[in-house]
């Protein structure tokens, strides 16, 4: 990592952060008593929660299979999270070996983790992770590892997974997103998705409205969008098929539950920039 200079968040054990609760959701592992805590409220008050933390997981390991499928050679994951099994850069280089992978994340414990995994594999030559901000896009463009690893003549493949929901309408998030779309060559594509109540069965809706007011006690609030408030985040892509679909839906590799109660929870799409 370099030494660029960024105002970073220090770790508040305190109170539970995204990046950490989406592990938590994975894996079932805590990393602070009160991240465990936290997570139990959230089961009980909205049991879905696993699963569509799954799905959304699944859905950015597809989507990084058709991107590498379609020539794409390096990779900007933003909001990347805490180190799991298939991470971006392990989907990518079984596929494709030379593939490069920079993460970015503003929880300092996703960071240093992602640090000691990379160290671990020996990767830190074609994979690096910066503790950057989506909020301030030109500190993840301009910085040292991007330069270093990221070829912007060439089509890179954007990933925003369940990024947006934590930046809400005050902070311009289509602005931030024209930033990082007009920083794209052409032939590159973006990989987003987003929670949503908008089609959820009542009874899920009542559930979720719930998680988001818990949500209010972290240090990520969350802010629901429908599915015109998602697709405005792809202005000036065009979407590739099947467009803007549940997570479960977008070219699954095996049967969707049609009846999975979590499935109407998260959109997700995937749009190339011609």
Avoid at 23 to 50: C, K, M, S, W
Avoid at 139 to 158: M, N, Q, S, V
Avoid at 239 to 268: H, K, M, S
């Amino acid at each position: 990592m370099s030494n660029d200079a960024f105002e970073s968040r220090e770790i508040d054990a305190t109170r539970p952060s995204a990046a950490r609760m989406y592990h938590y959701y994975l894996t079932g592992e805590a990393i602070f008593d009160v991240d465990r805590v936290f997570g139990e409220r959230i089961f009980q008050i909205a049991p879905n929660t696993g699963v569509t933390a799954h799905h959304n997981r699944e859905f950015l390991q597809r989507a990084t299979k058709f991107l590498v499928g379609q020539g794409i050679r390096q990779f900007l994951d933003i909001g990347s999270g805490l180190p799991t099994a298939g991470n971006t850069h392990e989907v990518a280089t079984t596929l494709e070996p030379t593939t490069r992978v920079v993460y970015v994340d503003s929880d300092l414990e996703a960071v240093t983790r992602a640090h000691e995994m990379l160290a671990e594999q020996n990767a830190h030559d074609r994979v690096a992770i910066i503790e950057a901000d989506l909020r301030k896009p030109d500190a993840i463009l301009d910085h040292a590892d991007t330069r270093r690893l990221l070829d912007f003549d060439a089509p890179i493949g954007l990933l925003i997974v369940s990024v947006w929901p934590f930046i809400p309408d005050a902070e311009s998030p289509l602005e931030l997103m024209g930033r990082l779309r007009d920083a794209l060559p052409s032939g590159s594509y973006v990989v987003m998705s987003h929670v949503t109540l908008s089609e959820a069965a009542p009874e899920v809706i009542e559930q979720a409205v719930n998680f988001r007011e818990l949500y209010q006690q972290t240090s990520d609030p969350v802010t629901m969008r429908d599915r015109d408030g998602f697709t405005a985040f792809f202005d000036g892509f065009e979407l590739v098929e099947p467009g803007i679909v549940y997570a479960p839906d977008w070219r699954p590799e095996g049967p969707v539950d049609e009846q999975d109660p979590g499935r109407p929870c998260n959109f997700a799409a995937v749009g190339y920039k011609k």
